[in-house]
């Protein structure tokens, strides 16, 4: 508000002092081949006289920072942000602030890559404001074009799907570490942490000399990443970049990682032991006795069989959650973390033996570790049952069902670490250990934390980590006494054809009947392609549409189209077509068929979240957002307002 009434006392002042016409900057656009297709876009304004135009990056409360828009980037991968020069940073007399702007002349720069099949215009608009020392004029407008030449090695849109984007890095690179942390828990387990002295000392005492043990220790460790690396290419290879991707919302896919995960937490918890045949590992053994590098690789690969009853569980819940994550990179990345995570104590304990004396003894707390896995296996296990009712409506696991169950294993959690229940395997236990109380603490604080959440609590903190089923898919969404009541609500109509939607937003589930209602209402359209089974699409319902005014904006200011890419309804036989997408046959046989045919073939891309303002011509409104560029409140907000102001131009 401040910003706002600061700019119309400067624009009031300017048009009541002159009535000249001011038109102090003119803008040049180039381009550049800077090897392969990749391209360098120069936007370039000369500025008259005392005029200064601002920096894109200023403060909130201070005027319109200078702002680069694409309209249809669909056939290019954007490589960089748009980068500016060091500018001037002095205090502004018109806005009583310090402020960064340039002067005379100034050149932005941004890289792309075309990925088209065939040359496109790329069209696009610069949003500025420029001032001299005495006053400002208005925000302006100018449109720039570029010619984006054919691709002449071009992505293959099923394979690019979510990698392009500097967020799938930065979900990459927390994959990894959270993949490493499983493999320092895996450590301690007993199955491993037995493992790691003998092991050492072997190669200590086989070695000639010291020096020789610690190389010996080294081909060890590398052996043991390249074991499990080739267990991640493998998956990846497999299934394939298509399957990843479409395992996030296939049905079948998550009824199957549920009863998977069920098999590793009751294995876990001491019902039974999952091993490998003796078969595999007298063979790896026998093979270890070569010597060389053969024999080495060989112990590590009798190391993977033998521990195989505490690490596969481990491996395999990485597995598929990275598989469930669309991405052919996940398994990779996850079995590099998790592998370096094993190998390196190995390494650094032949390096160092003393260190051996550091390690803590085995004992029952061991079996303790494995027990906590198995709880926390479990939990984990009801989320993929979740996605498949979530994806089928079939309601048997609603919010407040799914929300108890977790509650109920993490009360277990909490009191199997005070000791006041065993499972097989348990020794007994004389005392509470500090680590084992702290432990028991935070997992009772989150069992605490959940409770609220049954009366529609939003349970932030774990959004942010696993979600639950959406608010609306509840028996009384929002909270005991909600006025529409009853696990319809998200098939609740008004009399357009809305349906009640996250955070008690009203939507439309039909693009047509949608885009019909915008037009007769004056709006602009914000489609909101969406997955039942989709995580960061309840992270972003959850955490930023939550937010009073992005909640304002989407009920007041757009009409919201949500299109469910994973809803099974049926079309009709008249319906049902089969069409092409990236070189590969696809059947329309579903709703959601159609909504992620018409995701792909328009804005060439299907993951989820994906939003886009569009008019009441069905063109596009500035750029798209997704999950990982926008997942934040302030972010999603300036979003929407740039949508909303291209369409009141």
Not at 68 to 79: D, P, R
Not at 386 to 407: C, G, P
């Amino acid at each position: 508000m401040k910003k706002l009434l600061s700019v119309l006392v400067l624009l009031l002042t300017f048009f009541t002092v002159s009535a000249q016409f001011y038109n102090p900057v003119t803008w040049e656009f180039s381009q550049e081949n800077i090897g392969g297709d990749e391209l360098e876009l120069t936007f370039t304004a000369s500025i008259e006289g005392e005029w200064y135009m601002y920096s894109q990056h200023i403060s909130d409360d201070g005027p319109v920072p200078t702002t680069f828009t694409f309209f249809n980037e669909e056939g290019i991968e954007v490589l960089t942000d748009v980068l500016e020069p060091e500018p001037v940073e002095e205090f502004d007399s018109n806005f009583d602030m310090v402020l960064k702007y340039f002067k005379k002349k100034v050149s932005f720069t941004q890289r792309i890559k075309s990925i088209t099949d065939s040359a496109y215009t790329l069209n696009g608009e610069v949003m500025f404001m420029t001032c001299d020392p005495k006053q400002c004029l208005p925000p302006e407008y100018v449109e720039f074009s570029f010619n984006i030449p054919a691709a002449e090695n071009k992505i293959n849109i099923a394979s690019s799907f979510g990698d392009t984007k500097r967020g799938a890095s930065n979900n990459m690179l927390t994959f990894f570490f959270l993949s490493f942390l499983s493999g320092l828990i895996a450590l301690i387990t007993p199955c491993v942490l037995p493992m790691i002295p003998m092991t050492v000392s072997y190669f200590l005492k086989q070695s000639q000399n010291k020096t020789k043990g610690i190389v010996n220790s080294i081909i060890y460790g590398v052996s043991i990443v390249i074991i499990y690396l080739a267990l991640g290419v493998g998956v990846s290879a497999i299934f394939g970049a298509d399957a990843l991707n479409n395992m996030a919302t296939n049905v079948y896919f998550n009824f199957a990682f549920f009863l998977l995960l069920l098999v590793f937490a009751a294995s876990f918890l001491g019902a039974f032991e999952l091993t490998l045949p003796n078969s595999w590992i007298n063979k790896a053994d026998k093979a270890s006795d070569k010597g060389g590098f053969i024999g080495i690789f060989f112990m590590a690969f009798t190391l993977a069989l033998v521990s195989f009853s505490c690490t596969g569980p481990i491996v395999g819940t990485l597995l598929v959650e990275a598989a469930s994550g669309g991405n052919y990179l996940g398994p990779i990345v996850g079995m590099l973390g998790f592998s370096l995570a094993i190998a390196l104590p190995f390494t650094l304990f032949s390096a160092f033996p003393a260190w051996l004396n550091s390690l803590p003894k085995s004992g029952g707390w061991l079996n303790s570790v494995k027990v906590v896995l198995g709880l926390l296996e479990l939990a984990l296990a009801f989320k993929f049952l979740s996605n498949v009712d979530l994806v089928t409506q079939s309601h048997m696991l609603e919010r407040e069902f799914y929300i108890a169950i977790w509650i109920i294993i993490f009360t277990v959690l909490t009191i199997y670490l005070l000791g006041f229940i065993k499972f097989s395997h348990d020794s007994d236990l004389k005392y509470v250990s500090v680590p084992r109380l702290f432990f028991a603490i935070f997992f009772g604080a989150i069992t605490i934390y959940m409770i609220p959440g049954l009366w529609g609590a939003p349970l932030k903190i774990i959004n942010d980590v696993i979600p639950p089923p959406p608010l609306e898919y509840s028996e009384s969404p929002h909270g005991v006494g909600y006025t529409l009541g009853g696990s319809s609500n998200t098939h609740k109509l008004s009399e357009d054809g809305q349906h009640l939607g996250p955070q008690g937003i009203m939507v439309f589930h039909d693009y047509d009947a949608g885009l019909e209602h915008a037009k007769k209402i004056g709006k602009p359209v914000m489609l909101d392609f969406t997955g039942w089974a989709c995580v960061n699409c309840r992270k972003m319902e959850q955490n930023v549409w939550s937010d009073t005014e992005v909640k304002r904006m989407l009920t007041e200011d757009v009409v919201l189209i949500s299109l469910y890419v994973d809803e099974r309804t049926k079309l009709s036989k008249e319906q049902q077509y089969e069409t092409t997408i990236a070189g590969k046959k696809k059947k329309v046989r579903t709703v959601g068929d159609q909504w992620m045919v018409l995701q792909a073939e328009r804005y060439k891309t299907n993951s989820q979240p994906y939003y886009v303002m569009i008019d009441h011509d069905e063109n596009q409104l500035g750029v798209a957002a997704n999950y990982q560029d926008y997942g934040k409140v302030d972010l999603f907000k300036n979003w929407l307002q740039d949508g909303l102001n291209v369409f009141n131009k």
